[in-house]
């Protein structure tokens, strides 16, 4: 790439991770509002990026049904005035979304690919569909990603391990199935598809299937810990209705830009093995 990987939203989980990518530069949300235009347009002309990956997004899921306005502002508009300021420039823009903007048949094994039908439910998700069709329009890259988690931090994951960890008792969601996958491990392959490429809709995932239960279950399991858990309601997860089954077919992504297929446990013990502390010799 001639010019740097400019990272919208990198205080967040994959804004972070991207901008530890090498050659990236990662721009905060104080450092740049992404719904102002003119602070977007004068970003670009100052970094003059290769391209542009737009981690930036009104994310609290329930949060955005209190605040469509900002929610619309953020997720949709503003990913559409990058897109086009980037074309523009012929610069790269990939877009990440979510799979929160389809809905996954309560089929086991069956997976989501790119051609799947829209169906998003709640303002998040709708939000997410319009910035995915404006970026589209534009020439730009969407990836769709899903159930994103690190070690660290306040991510769901994150957060369920400390209580593990902790020997605290979790409260798990067993009837819901996704694709866990590291924001690390993800924020690799993005970069590969900032390097050049196809430009159109992929999805963007590990392989398998798991439910929380499954997930944590394989985390105590590779810690050595005991796993104590209790069956929340996916009703009690919040407002929003969150899809039963959702997992996206990442075969197109890797096909088209070469990436390794690696399964969501693989990636599991391999998150946790690289958060060890070394060990020194005494
Ligand atoms: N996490 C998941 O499991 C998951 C699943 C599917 C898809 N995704 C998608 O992945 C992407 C990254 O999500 P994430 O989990 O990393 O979310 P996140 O941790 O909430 O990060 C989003 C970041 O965007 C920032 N932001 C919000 N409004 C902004 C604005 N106007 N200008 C610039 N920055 C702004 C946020 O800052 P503040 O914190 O200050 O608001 C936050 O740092 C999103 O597109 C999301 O839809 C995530």
Not at 69 to 78: F, G, K, L, R, W
Not at 124 to 146: H, I, M
Request: neutral net charge; aromatic residues 4%; proline residues 8%.
């Amino acid at each position: 790439m001639s010019g740097p990987l400019l990272v919208t939203g990198a205080g967040g989980l994959l804004g972070g991770a991207l901008a530890a990518l090498p050659g990236a530069v990662g721009l905060r949300r104080a450092e740049l509002d992404i719904t102002d235009g003119g602070a977007l347009n004068a970003a670009l002309d100052q970094h003059r990026p290769a391209a542009v990956v737009n981690a930036a997004a009104f994310a609290r899921v329930d949060a955005a049904e209190q605040a469509p306005a900002e929610a619309q502002a953020v997720n949709a508009a503003a990913p559409a005035a990058l897109a086009l300021a980037c074309q523009r420039r012929g610069i790269r823009c990939v877009h990440i979304s979510t799979d929160y903007v389809l809905r996954g048949l309560a089929v086991p094994g069956h997976l989501l690919d790119e051609r799947a039908p829209l169906d998003p439910v709640g303002v998040y998700a709708q939000t997410k569909a319009e910035g995915e069709a404006a970026v589209l329009a534009a020439g730009g890259v969407v990836l769709r990603v899903q159930w994103l988690y690190a070690t660290q931090g306040t991510s769901f994951f994150a957060r369920a391990l400390a209580r593990l960890r902790a020997g605290e008792l979790l409260r798990l969601v067993p009837d819901q199935v996704g694709c866990p996958t590291p924001a690390a491990l993800l924020a690799g392959w993005i970069g590969r598809v900032a390097e050049g490429g196809p430009t159109g809709l992929f999805h963007l995932a590990t392989t398998g299937e798991v439910s929380p239960v499954g997930w944590l279950g394989a985390a105590a399991a590779a810690l050595a810990l005991p796993l104590r858990w209790e069956p929340l309601p996916r009703a009690a997860i919040g407002p929003v209705p969150r899809p039963a089954r959702s997992c996206l077919d990442g075969g197109l992504a890797r096909a088209t830009f070469g990436l390794p297929a690696v399964a969501w446990d693989d990636a599991l013990r391999a998150a946790l093995r690289d958060e060890a502390p070394v060990e020194r010799p005494s």
